[in-house]
């Protein structure tokens, strides 16, 4: 029960922490702060993943004023911006079908101030040009103008048409004016929509303002203009309910934005524009129009180009066959804009694929409220109730589960609160992840400092004593992985030595017991030494005998040339320590024998539950322990296996002892004596095996 209280305790105090700081962060610093900065990058993220293009409304369709455009039309309508003749020429055109709304993405607050100019055969001044776009607008009925409201200026003399919007509890976005198109444009117009896109403050544009306020009048965005219109939803059918739009039978959910500024804070709603895909697809849009241009196949809505429907419209005129028929947009929603780099009517999108045109944006707005499938924000008592959840099962998994167990539970949790996420966010909600799994972190950080500094300070002593009896590697690959600390083990290549004092018999029959001790412990230390020194492992003492193992537990590609060299050396070091007895007058005449071999052996801690011993078992084991008894009939000191000789990467001189059968085998066993290292050989392994 102490550990679960822990637990509980822990992921309290983590959720507080995390709900502090985003208050904290909320209240004091105003603006964006780091955890809703990482939480706008991971809305951007389940939009790009959930997004579908294919949903996209079939019945929106977008007109580019683009660079080719711009460029086919430079001889006879000049630059930017053209004569007022040439829209209306484009209206005609779209007149034909009849589409069922022209949404028009271009500002008209000026006159046409071209003069004397020739087009269509015909010269033109300024004022004829806008007078040939007003009746043009006015014949075809369902053309809708921009109004300019990104500049927050009072704009006297200016007198905005009143739309019947009143939206009298409040919401819209204050302005100081907005600018109508021209009067005659303006009384020709369907309707009016603002132009106003508010970036979110890490650049990009994921919010739309439904309604801007200004001389006492209101006006929709126009992409809302263009909904609405398409919809059959009059002005009087759309009010403010809390934070929702009503908009006829459609309820679009908004949110407060509050804005700090000299004068006071500036609140008004805004709405998620829930994106069906990003302006330009990956792969090129097989359902694209026949007609429409190559180079804009990947928009997610069908898209000509402004030019090859000026020319179609030519082509009637002439009665020629059009390069687009003008059916293609009966009973369509046509948004009408500039996509050329040059005309700066392009925002950066949560998808990151590239800046995306305003007619897109318009139209994914009216896709949104035609389709009724919007985005909306999940409350705060949802993301209160995610995190402190999500804390306290993590603190109570790191406050009871062993560290490991503990993480892959904090991650289950985390990545079931990712994949809820994304399950909402495809349904439309919005649901905070940044700060779940953050408060969830520090849970698990928490739990699992508990456990080290307050559950296992007696198992740390335990360890440490443990680390007394095994080589420095099995204690470390233990303490990494504590699973591999019971029964079972591992088939792996490697090498066994066996090392055994040859007439040991005799020492202990003359000497003193507390001065044979002695001479063991000095005789054991010096060799294991050179065991741990070579990459080996200590197996274990049996009597006189030291059993070393060579490539387990960790892998060693040279556990064959570190047996060799183990051996070499501790002939060499029994040589020194013989000399040293020597002169101390103690018993100097020890030997040994060494018997290795090289082949598949089976590595794992073997015993009972209560006691068990990391050691090797199988037939090679068993033939290394053959062949160090073989040193005492052939006089020598170090024999190996023909397998140990043929895995060998450095030089060494041999002496072939024959073919052998070794007590328990029926075939004979090619043995070899190992002199010493060949002549030169550097220290180290020379990496050229011998032949």
Not at 559 to 578: C, K, S
Not at 610 to 638: C, H, P, W
């Amino acid at each position: 029960m102490r550990k679960a209280y822990a637990g509980l305790l822990v992921g309290c105090i983590a959720a507080v922490i995390v709900l502090a700081v985003d208050l904290s962060f909320t209240r004091f610093t105003g603006g964006l702060h780091p955890l809703q900065a990482v939480e706008l990058r991971t809305y951007d993220w389940r939009l790009s993943h959930t997004a579908r293009p294919e949903t996209a409304r079939t019945d929106i369709a977008l007109v580019e004023i683009d660079e080719s455009s711009l460029r086919n039309l430079q001889a006879t309508a000049g630059g930017w911006p053209w004569p007022r003749t040439v829209h209306s020429m484009l209206i005609d055109y779209l007149a034909r079908a009849p589409a069922k709304v022209v949404a028009y993405d271009v500002l008209f607050t000026d006159p046409d101030t071209h003069s004397g100019f020739e087009f269509g055969g015909t010269t033109w001044s300024g004022a004829e040009s806008d007078k040939a776009l007003a009746d043009s607008i006015k014949v075809a009925g369902n053309v809708l103008l921009l109004a300019d409201a990104a500049y927050d200026t009072a704009t006297p003399g200016a007198v905005l048409s009143d739309e019947g919007y009143r939206l009298e509890s409040g919401g819209a976005l204050e302005r100081e004016g907005i600018l109508p198109p021209l009067p005659a444009l303006a009384q020709a117009a369907a309707g009016l929509g603002h132009n106003l896109f508010i970036l979110d403050p890490d650049g990009p544009l994921r919010h739309m303002t439904p309604f801007v306020r200004a001389q006492h009048r209101v006006l929709p965005s126009l992409g809302m203009a263009a909904a609405l219109r398409a919809a059959g939803i009059g002005a009087g059918e759309v009010r403010l309910d809390g934070t929702a739009l009503q908009l006829g039978a459609r309820r679009m959910p908004l949110s407060w934005r509050t804005v700090e500024r000299e004068g006071g804070a500036l609140r008004h709603l805004w709405a998620l524009i829930d994106f069906r895909g990003p302006a330009l697809l990956d792969d090129l849009n097989a359902s694209a129009p026949p007609n429409a241009t190559a180079e804009i196949k990947s928009r997610m809505y069908p898209t000509y180009t402004f030019f090859d429907l000026l020319l179609s419209e030519n082509q009637l005129l002439t009665k020629e066959t059009p390069k687009v028929d003008p059916s293609i947009f009966r009973d369509k929603i046509v948004f009408v804009g500039t996509t050329a780099s040059g005309l700066l009517d392009t925002f950066e999108s949560p998808f990151g694929h590239g800046k995306m045109p305003g007619i897109q944006i318009h139209a994914a707005v009216a896709d949104d409220i035609l389709s009724n499938r919007f985005m909306r924000p999940a409350s705060e008592w949802v993301r209160v109730v995610s995190v402190v959840a999500g804390a306290l099962l993590v603190g109570m998994a790191a406050a009871l589960l062993p560290a490991w167990w503990a993480t892959l539970a904090a991650f289950a949790v985390m990545a079931l609160m990712a994949w809820s996420a994304t399950f909402l966010f495809t349904n439309g909600v919005w649901f905070n992840l940044t700060q779940p799994v953050l408060a969830s972190w520090f849970a698990l950080l928490g739990g699992v400092g508990y456990q080290y500094f307050f559950e296992d300070r007696e198992k740390r002593r335990v360890k440490q004593l443990f680390g007394r009896y095994v080589s420095k590697d099995v204690y470390a690959v233990l303490m990494a992985n504590p699973g591999l600390a019971r029964l079972g083990g591992q088939r792996r290549e490697m090498s066994v030595l066996f090392s055994d004092i040859r007439g040991f018999t005799t020492v202990t029959e003359r000497g003193q017991p507390d001065e044979i001790v002695r001479m063991l412990n000095e005789y054991f230390s010096s060799m294991v030494d050179l065991v741990f020194k070579h990459g080996g492992t200590l197996d274990k003492f049996v009597g006189d005998m030291v059993m070393a193992l060579y490539g387990a537990p960790l892998d060693d590609p040279d556990h064959a040339d570190h047996a060799v060299q183990t051996a070499l050396a501790m002939i060499a070091e029994l040589g020194r320590l013989n000399a040293r007895w020597k002169e101390e007058g103690r018993f100097s005449g020890l030997d040994i024998g060494i018997g290795i071999n090289t082949g598949p052996m089976i590595a794992g801690n073997i015993g009972s539950e209560a006691i068990m011993s990391y050691t090797v078992i199988g037939d090679a084991v068993n033939l290394g322990s053959r062949l160090e008894s073989l040193n005492k009939q052939f006089g020598t000191r170090i024999i190996i296996s023909d397998a140990t000789r043929q895995r060998l990467k450095g030089d060494y001189e041999f002496r072939p002892l024959g073919d052998v059968v070794v007590k328990g085998k029926t075939h004979p066993v090619a043995i070899f004596e190992v002199v010493g290292p060949a002549a030169g050989m550097a220290s180290g392994i020379n990496r050229e095996a011998r032949v």
